[in-house]
């Protein structure tokens, strides 16, 4: 009777436990205050649907839901901290918050329940295994699968970074040009940011447009938008702009010895990352190379030991 009890009552714990998951999450203030003040390209559905408002690929769709219901209670109970703060990283990407906790939500599930079913199958092999391991190995790689997406958001990061500043290099140069010809400094800014393509222009467009619209000087716009993305070449660009408009001096070779610094930096790094790619070919030939040996001389050092 106990034990029928005691099943029961987990079963409508269970119960109760799948519902409240399925309902929707209250959405905290700062998550509507984010999905509004996020450009409509870019908002929690809107890339992954059509015409119909059915998205488009069913696994975006799945983390796009997980990502609505789990991020409030992730931000709430404190889970959110264990990977730190990601809203720069996010911003610089153009990730909705929404879908890269689905994204964690949804590896965190796999890597749970990824071992179960192996530790199902070799149960039913007759491999019996002592309970505390597969519950282990369950909660590991659990948590390992919850950090994995935000390795990968932190390396999709740095790469946005990169091309941002390559983009910031370029965009001195036209301002310079632009001052060249005789305009002055917000006219050759507005101007050179709408010659640009791509994301990196289209951010400075924005931060330009809404510097008219705040009372802000385009050279705070620029390191605001530096501030939030975690941008120190933007940030320094900004300050440059700032000395440029009340001083006036030499605004010309300025901004292209900036540009110019930006381009050696960016050589820097890319002699940096080749060379990594260099030592870890290096690594791979020296490890074939042992493997190889070893495979050669198994068969006499077996003959010796037999001997």
């Given at each position: 009777m ?41 908002r ?7 015409p119909d ?6 696994l ?25 703060d ?5 911003a ?10 689905g994204?964690?939500?949804l590896?965190g599930?796999?890597g749970l ?6 530790t ?23 948590l390992?699968?919850?950090?994995v997406?935000?390795l990968?958001?932190?390396r999709?990061?740095?790469?946005a970074?990169?091309a941002f ?5 370029a ?15 917000a ?11 791509g ?11 809404d510097?008219?619209t ?7 716009a620029l ?26 001096a030499q605004?010309?070779a300025s ?17 940096g990352?080749a060379?990594e790619?260099s030592?870890?070919?290096?690594v ?5 190379g042992?493997?190889f ?7 006499a050092v077996v ?5």
């Open positions: 106990i034990l029928a009890l005691l099943s029961g009552l987990g079963f409508g714990m269970g119960v109760c436990l799948l519902v409240a998951g399925l309902r929707p999450a209250p959405v905290s203030f700062a998550s509507r205050l984010r999905q509004l003040d996020r450009p409509a390209g870019t929690p559905g809107a890339a992954a649907t059509g408002s059915e998205p488009a690929d069913l975006a769709a799945m983390r796009l839901w997980l990502g609505l219901r789990t991020l409030p209670r992730a931000e709430r109970s404190g889970l959110a901290g264990l990977s730190g990601a809203s720069a990283d996010l610089v990407t153009g990730t909705p918050a929404e879908a890269h906790a994204s964690k939500a590896a599930l796999t329940l990824a071992p179960a079913m192996l199902l199958l070799l149960q039913t092999a007759g491999l019996e295994l002592p309970l505390l391991v597969p519950l282990w190995v369950c909660l590991s790689s659990a390992v699968g919850y950090l997406p935000d990968r958001l932190r999709a990061a740095a790469n970074r990169r500043r390559t983009s910031i290099g965009f001195l140069d036209l301002v310079a040009m632009r001052m060249a010809s005789g305009s002055g400094l006219e050759a800014l507005h101007d050179a940011a709408s010659i640009g393509s994301p990196a222009f289209a951010r400075i467009r924005g931060a330009l447009a510097a008219r705040d009372g802000l000087t385009p050279a705070q390191g605001l938008l530096g501030t939030q993305l975690h941008l120190p070449d933007l940030v320094d660009v900004a300050t440059r702009l700032r000395l440029v408009d009340t001083s006036g605004a010309q901004l292209r010895a900036q540009a110019a610094s930006l381009r050696d930096r960016e050589l820097a790094d890319a002699q990352r060379n790619q030592q870890s070919m290096l791979a030939q020296v490890v074939l042992l493997g040996v070893l495979f050669l001389g198994y068969p003959r010796v030991l037999a001997t």
